[in-house]
């Protein structure tokens, strides 16, 4: 079972994101701030995170940044999931390695999981 760490301070999100999810497939983890996060990127070691940008302590892209600049973490992919919609934020998140961006107000969950499956099936491919 693939664990998927979600980073965001909204709280439905996550849940209504982990109803989506197929069964048995993926097991969700969340936090609601990139310092939890990076807490439960180190100890649960998940398969890949979903990172929202705008929360309170450590925003999204401070995260980014930290994952980026570390030797220690973890590597994982991580797909942003914003309601921000500006080019330049989305350029330079995927400049900082997100592998992908989801604006969630523009999404159907259907089509967030099939990103989740997108980016877990290429890591599949790689290993």
Same mark, same amino acid.
């Given at each position: ?5 979600? !980073? ?19 097991? *969700? ?12 990127? !180190?100890?649960?070691?998940?398969? *890949?995170? !979903? *990172? ?30 914003? $309601? ?24 159907? *969950? ?5 990103? !989740? ?5 290429? $890591?599949?491919?790689?290993?």
């Amino acid at each position: 079972m693939k664990k998927i760490l979600v !980073i965001d301070d909204d709280q439905f999100f996550s849940k209504t994101l982990e109803a989506a999810l197929p069964a048995g497939k993926y097991s *969700l983890l969340s936090a609601e701030d990139g310092e939890v996060g990076l807490q439960k990127l !180190i100890s649960e070691k998940p398969d *890949l995170v !979903i *990172l929202d940008l705008m929360m309170p302590k450590l925003d999204g892209t401070a995260f980014l940044k930290k994952l980026q600049e570390s030797k220690d973490l973890p590597k994982v992919p991580v797909l942003v999931s914003s $309601n921000l919609s500006s080019v330049k934020k989305i350029s330079d998140v995927m400049a900082m390695g997100a592998v992908g961006y989801v604006i969630k107000s523009d999404e159907s *969950l259907q089509s967030i999981v099939q990103d !989740i499956e997108r980016v877990l099936g290429e $890591n599949l491919e790689k290993k």
